[in-house]
């Protein structure tokens, strides 16, 4: 019986104009079990990120994403993901990058800036980070709507108990203040 690995659920989405570059890096995630999918520029990408905004579904996702590219560059791509409300980390990849582009990519929300050529170990850990870090937020946003949803079945008067707690009153105070039992 084999056991599917912990991150097959994981897309990772690779956008390179450069064509070696994409099948190379398929191959590097194929053969560690993850599931690659390629683009050959921005605009491919963001037609699949507005059918998965369309129907509410995003999935797990990682991007890699070529700085350097036609029509859309790498963060031109990215700001209209983020515009979209794409979850998924983003690691741009470049083969020219200077110091100010990285910074203001990670200023601008990008998970990580890696120069190429980089060593293929060090990109799949930085993945796995990623893909680390948008599992916590799923969790994270699983929790809250569980929250919000346990908040929104509170009746009028539990709403006006539950105000009174979170100003520190006692339950006497409470039921002094709003005519009940303190039971």
């Known amino acids: 019986m084999t056991s599917e690995p912990p991150h097959a659920a994981v897309d990772i989405h690779i956008?390179?104009?450069?064509?070696?570059?994409?099948?190379?890096?398929a191959?590097?995630?194929?053969?560690?079990?993850?599931?690659?999918?390629?683009?050959?520029?921005?605009p491919e990408l963001l037609a699949d990120a507005q059918q998965r905004q369309a129907s509410g579904d995003w999935g797990l996702a990682v991007v890699l994403l070529d700085v350097r590219m036609q029509p859309l560059s790498?963060?031109?791509?990215?700001?209209r993901l983020k515009a979209l409300g794409c979850p998924w980390p983003v690691l741009f990849l470049t083969g020219h990058g200077d110091v100010g582009t990285a910074v203001e990519a990670v200023k601008n929300g990008a998970w990580d800036f890696l120069e190429k050529p980089f060593q293929d170990n060090m990109l799949v850990d930085r993945v796995e980070q990623a893909m680390q870090a948008a599992l916590a937020q799923t969790d994270a946003e699983r929790?809250?709507?569980?929250?919000?949803?346990?908040l929104d079945s509170l009746s009028p008067r539990e709403h006006?108990?539950?105000?009174?707690?979170?100003?520190?009153?006692?339950?006497?105070?409470?039921?002094e203040h709003l005519g009940i039992t303190a039971r």
């Open 15 to 25: 956008v390179d104009d450069d064509a070696d570059v994409r099948d190379g890096l």
């Open 27 to 42: 191959w590097l995630f194929d053969s560690r079990g993850w599931q690659a999918r390629t683009w050959a520029g921005g």
């Open 74 to 79: 790498g963060p031109v791509t990215f700001e």
């Open 143 to 150: 929790e809250a709507r569980r929250l919000r949803q346990a």
């Open 160 to 175: 006006e108990v539950l105000k009174e707690l979170l100003h520190g009153h006692y339950n006497k105070n409470i039921a």
